[in-house]
Each structure stands twice: as C-alpha cells, then as structure tokens.
C-alpha cells in the first residue's frame, strides 16, 4: 500500500518541491500532512486505485 500512496501523491501533485518546502524538516508536520493529503490523493485516484486498497483505507478519515 505505501507504493499506491506514494503513486496518488506524485499523481495529485502532492510531493511537489514546493509543498516539501512548505513542510521542511518538522516530523510532526509532515505525519499530519501524509495522514490528510495520502487519504485524499488515494481517493482522488479511484477509478485506477485497487479496490482492495480503497477498502484498507476507508472513506473516512
């Protein structure tokens, strides 16, 4: 599963340099970002995402 959250990231613009910066180097803030921004990316790539990793993952967050 880290593989497709990585991929939806990548895909939705997530992992962009910019928002890296944005997080530097603070552990805590980039936890929070990845929990919010790797539910949403994975659900904003549905239609190519296994269903059984849209199930691991839940709607909800």
Do not use: K, Q
Request: aromatic share 4%; with cysteine.
């Amino acid at each position: 599963m880290p593989d497709d959250i990585h991929a939806s990231l990548t895909a939705t613009g997530g992992l962009d340099p910019a928002v890296l910066r944005r997080l530097g180097r603070n552990p805590d803030r980039a936890a929070r970002y990845l929990a919010v921004e790797g539910h949403r990316a994975l659900f904003a790539n549905e239609p190519v995402r296994s269903h059984d990793v849209l199930r691991c993952a839940g709607r909800g967050i």
